[in-house]
């Protein structure tokens, strides 16, 4: 036997005691403590702790956790540069949005935030104030939408970026339509002007299936849910000495409002999308007759910027 008692390089402490069912994670937990880093070793202890306590609360066989380790290969393999089915996994697990609205608290008037969801993956192509999302032109009803980003002071962020995506008529995204539809289209980055104001032209969102031809899918089979989210668009308000803002916009009278794929929606986020019949009004903002406006305003959290 290999005396390694003299080595210098990292060991597995044992002071856990040998390894029993009862004390797992205990045991497990012990050979942690080298860890120097003291907020991974929190995560990991409690990870462990609770991935012991799940093994023994439903009896895992050893069947079962080959089947779970398949189920996480293939979530891994289905993995590409525009296609990502670990955040998908964690969204309709739930998991997503409960990260999302511990680490952002809507405290006072500040805008709820929800999920980010799969299909930021490209930067949106900066535009101007007014413009058109929808370069594709394939359908949807035309729409204006309209916003103010403030603090919670009420004062006006100048300036701000406001970042917005949405999928298209057919309930797709760009990047899963290469070739079909212009490269980014129903994206835009735009630059709020000095009272904080935004505004541009879109279509109205669509609800849509979140991809189902992988292991989620199986998974939301398996389990008699339907995989649809309901109308959306994706916002993304951020400027410097605040906090950015990741939220949505969520079409009121839409299907899937109570029974959202990822549970993304909050009420606070719900607009009416009301019908403009004016032909002058739709003109000034090169919009047809009639067409439907949003308006959202945004309320952000000023940060120090430690200066
Ligand atoms: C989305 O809204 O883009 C989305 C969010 C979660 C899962 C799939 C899609
Ligand atoms: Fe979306």
């Known amino acids: 036997m290999t005396d390694r008692s003299q080595d210098s390089g990292p060991t597995t402490p044992t002071a856990g005691g040998p390894f029993t069912a009862e004390r797992s994670a205990e045991i497990v937990a012990a050979s942690l ?7 991974l070793r929190r995560i990991l202890t409690s990870l462990v702790r609770h991935a012991h306590a799940f093994v023994k609360d439903v009896g895992l066989t050893s069947d079962e956790w080959a089947a779970g380790i398949r189920f996480l290969t293939e979530t891994g393999q289905k993995c590409d ?6 955040i998908l996994l964690s969204d309709v697990l739930g998991v997503s ?62 300036g701000a970026r406001v970042d917005v995506w949405q999928a298209d008529a057919t309930g797709h995204y760009d990047v899963q339509r290469p070739g079909e539809v212009p490269d ?67 079409v009121e009278g839409t299907p899937y409002l ?21 032909p002058a009004v739709a003109a000034e903002h090169g919009l047809p007759s009639p067409y439907r406006h949003a308006d959202f305003p945004v309320t952000v959290r000023r940060e120090a910027t430690g200066d």
């Open 97 to 158: 949005m409960l990260v999302e609205t511990l680490d952002n608290p809507a405290e006072g008037r500040l805008t709820e935030s929800t999920v980010e969801g799969p299909f930021h993956l490209v930067d949106s192509p900066p535009r101007a104030l007014g413009d058109s999302l929808d370069e594709a032109a394939q359908g949807g009803e035309p729409c204006l939408v309209t916003g103010q980003v403030t603090d919670e002071g009420g004062t006006p962020v100048a």
């Open 184 to 250: 980014r289209n129903l994206r835009g980055l735009f630059t709020a002007d000095a009272d904080g104001r935004f505004w541009f032209r879109t279509v109205v969102p669509s609800s849509y299936p979140v991809p189902v031809d992988g292991p989620v899918g199986r998974l939301l089979d398996a389990t008699g849910r339907h995989p649809h989210r309901a109308a959306h668009l994706h916002v993304q308000v951020s400027a410097p000495g605040v906090r950015t803002l990741t939220t949505h916009l969520f």
């Open 258 to 278: 109570d029974s959202d794929v990822v549970f993304g929606v909050k009420e606070s986020l719900v607009r009416t999308f009301a019908r403009v019949d004016d």
């Open 81 to 86: 540069a525009t296609r990502q089915e670990f």
């Open 33 to 39: 403590a080298g860890t120097t880093d003291d907020r």
